[in-house]
């Protein structure tokens, strides 16, 4: 096992709501080679805390490689965004998604993700987040460049009142309602997908 990615809050400023808030000097890391030979291959480790009342998250990506991904947490709660992509014509219109899922996950979920999610987890605990991924086929800049070009995901999910909630992200036209889903109810719904 390795370190493959170690996030610190400067590499995520472009992606959060308040870049000039304080918080955690180190958001995540990211080790691959988890099990060798095994289903999972990086294990990331997300620290709890917030950046002004955003979560600590991960940076969100798109996959531009058709595989899928699966995630399964080892310990600690978070929440997975995921925003399926806009197609108009044919063209992809990365300001736009048509749905936009909130799914709880807890430890000994799974969650299944298609090439057409963007996704981003967040630590909503107070204990680190930890989990593993299937994901072999590596990342590009290309599968970064839309979220960080739009500042993050289309909502930032925020503390408030002592829960999570969740706040619109201006860079996104016409967001869609908010789903909220337990990872239970994300896998039926994704098996209707596949």
Known sequence: ????????????????????????DFAYW?????????????????????????????FGHYHNDPHEET????SG??????QKKHFEEGSWTPNKVD???IVSILPG????????WGH?????????LITLDNWTHGHTPADYEEIEELHGMAFYLVKKDGTADI?????????PTPEFMTAAEFAKFTKQLI
Do not use: C
């Open 30 to 58: 990211v080790f691959s080679g988890v099990s060798q030979g095994g289903q999972w291959e990086n294990m990331t480790v997300l620290t709890p805390g917030t950046y002004g009342q955003e979560f600590v998250k991960t």
């Open 109 to 116: 979920d799974e969650t299944l993700i298609t090439q057409e």
């Open 1 to 24: 096992m390795q370190i493959k990615t170690v996030r610190t809050k400067e590499e995520l400023a472009s992606v959060l709501l308040s870049p000039e808030e304080k918080g955690p």
């Open 120 to 128: 981003s987890l967040s630590n909503v605990g107070n204990e680190p």
């Open 99 to 101: 749905r936009f899922i």
């Open 77 to 82: 709660k978070g929440i997975l965004l995921l």
């Open 167 to 175: 706040e619109p992200n201006p860079n996104y036209i016409d967001h």
């Open 71 to 74: 995630y399964r947490v080892v």
